[in-house]
């Protein structure tokens, strides 16, 4: 399986995860009377909306080069990313709307038994974000990794509610606005994971230098290649999934222009099948008899 594959099955993964959650926090909240939990529906449902706009982005993604996009279409990624940012920011304001309208007016105390919904909703997000960040890890997906970070988001937003409802039935109904005092944290909790989830893409659309470590494993696939003496100056820059370099690599400055030619090809073709990650190489030619 490709890695674009491995992608939409980790999409389609956080979409059913989300529209079951989604469900059964909504009608946990409205039966269990806790508006904390509804708070957590309303960020679930958000997620599954993020989650298909994920899909979309990768299958858009591993469109291959055209005319207009001869670099492909990867830059769909981030992009997506700031729209999941704003779908949560959208989120966190109207939970926190409500919030402060309800501390504002008596509530009715929570159901116990909604305690026992949310530890397993917290298992569960726990789970699908650990499978979701490795993944993310493993593809260099910056918009999987943003769907990851709304599972943890999610799974601490239900262990504010879990904490709330708790606290509410533990000291009665002097204490019954704890729940909607844990939604109120759950949307600035939310706030605070869209800045962490939106400077990583920001910076992937302003191709911001944080590859050290793919630099250096291509400048040691590069002298592996016979001919090449070293490599120099390496830009790359990320583009969805994959990586575009721009390789400066010197050769015996004797040669003639068609063995150098020879030499690039052969460095291209060696760096694009040792690392996967790569999409596109540019190589340029240095003579070894000279300052570059």
């Known amino acids: 399986m490709d890695r674009y594959q491995k992608a939409k099955k980790t999409a389609s993964f956080s979409i059913v995860g989300n529209i079951l959650l989604a469900t059964a926090k909504l009608f946990a909240g409205i039966f269990g009377n806790s508006y904390a ?70 509530q009715e105390l929570p159901e116990s038994w909604t305690l026992g919904v949310l530890l397993v909703i917290i298992l569960w997000k726990e789970i699908a974000y650990q499978i979701m960040k490795r993944r993310s890890e493993e593809l260099k997906s910056t918009s999987i990794k943003a769907d990851a970070w709304h599972q943890r988001s999610d799974a601490i937003t239900s262990v504010a509610a879990f904490l709330g409802i708790s606290i509410a039935l533990l000291f009665g ?26 400077r990583p893409a920001l910076g992937e659309i302003m191709d911001e230098h944080f590859h050290e470590e793919l630099q250096s494993l291509i400048h040691e696939k590069a002298n592996e290649v016979p001919g090449v003496i070293n490599t120099e100056k390496c830009y790359v820059r990320k583009a969805g999934m994959d990586y575009q370099v721009d390789l400066h690599a010197r050769v015996d400055g004797s040669i003639t222009v068609e063995e150098g030619h020879t030499i690039a090809h052969a460095l291209q073709d060696h760096l694009l099948q040792e690392i996967t990650e790569l999409k596109y190489v540019l190589i340029h030619i240095e003579p070894g008899n000279k300052e570059g």
Do not use: M
């Open 173 to 198: 109904e002097a204490f019954a606005v704890a729940d909607d005092w844990a939604a109120l944290f759950s949307a600035f909790f939310i706030l605070y994971n869209s800045y962490l989830i939106f």
């Open 37 to 106: 939990l509804i708070a957590d529906a309303i960020e679930s449902t958000t997620d599954i909306f993020s989650s298909i706009l994920v899909y979309w982005g990768i299958k858009y993604a591993e469109r291959p080069p055209d005319e207009n996009h001869p670099y492909g279409h990867g830059k769909i990624e981030p992009l997506v990313t700031f729209i999941v940012v704003g779908i949560l920011i959208t989120s966190a304001t109207i939970i926190a709307y409500q919030a402060i309208i309800n501390i504002q007016s008596p």
